[in-house]
């Protein structure tokens, strides 16, 4: 676990592991994200390879205010997920910050080759094309599948 200040600003830190379930689910509905399953969030977090977390220090104690981590195989494949900061704490470089960990993760472990990609939500885009992100299309399009929402899973589960 390390520990730092972010530059601009002594009252955060960046502590380098996932958050626990109900921080991580906190996050993404705070920020507006789509929720996910405590099942899911049990099973996804400690497979996480890399986890970054934005936490603030304020007069009422300690908040984590933001997170992203990154997901795969560890060699081929790498895809940045659950960038949120809290509304109240955005504006201030923490996506910067988050991101720049990020990145230097992906320097430091990916082979050559690796395949890192994300998907970006309204303008969050313009965040992620600093770290050098570019769009996919038109030689690739991202796509998606809900089962949930499909109806492809049966009452059994």
Not at 81 to 99: N, S
Not at 110 to 133: I, K
Request: proline share 6%; charged share 25%; net charge negative.
């Amino acid at each position: 676990m390390k520990h730092d200040a972010c530059d601009d600003e002594e009252a955060y830190r960046l502590v380098l592991e996932p958050p626990d379930i109900e921080t991580y689910m906190r996050l993404r509905r705070e920020a507006g994200m789509n929720p996910r399953s405590t099942a899911g969030a049990e099973r996804g977090l400690p497979g996480s390879l890399f986890a970054v977390q934005v936490v603030h220090e304020g007069a009422q104690g300690s908040e984590t205010v933001g997170m992203g981590r990154v997901v795969g195989d560890g060699g081929c494949f790498y895809q940045v997920v659950d960038i949120a900061v809290q509304p109240a704490h955005q504006g201030r470089g923490l996506g910067k910050r988050i991101m720049g960990e990020i990145r230097a993760y992906i320097l430091r472990e990916a082979p050559d080759n690796a395949f890192v990609s994300l998907l970006a939500d309204g303008e969050a885009h313009r965040l992620y094309a600093q770290f050098g992100f570019e769009p996919t299309a038109p030689h690739a399009i991202g796509m998606a599948w809900y089962p949930d929402r499909a109806g492809h899973r049966s009452a059994e589960g």
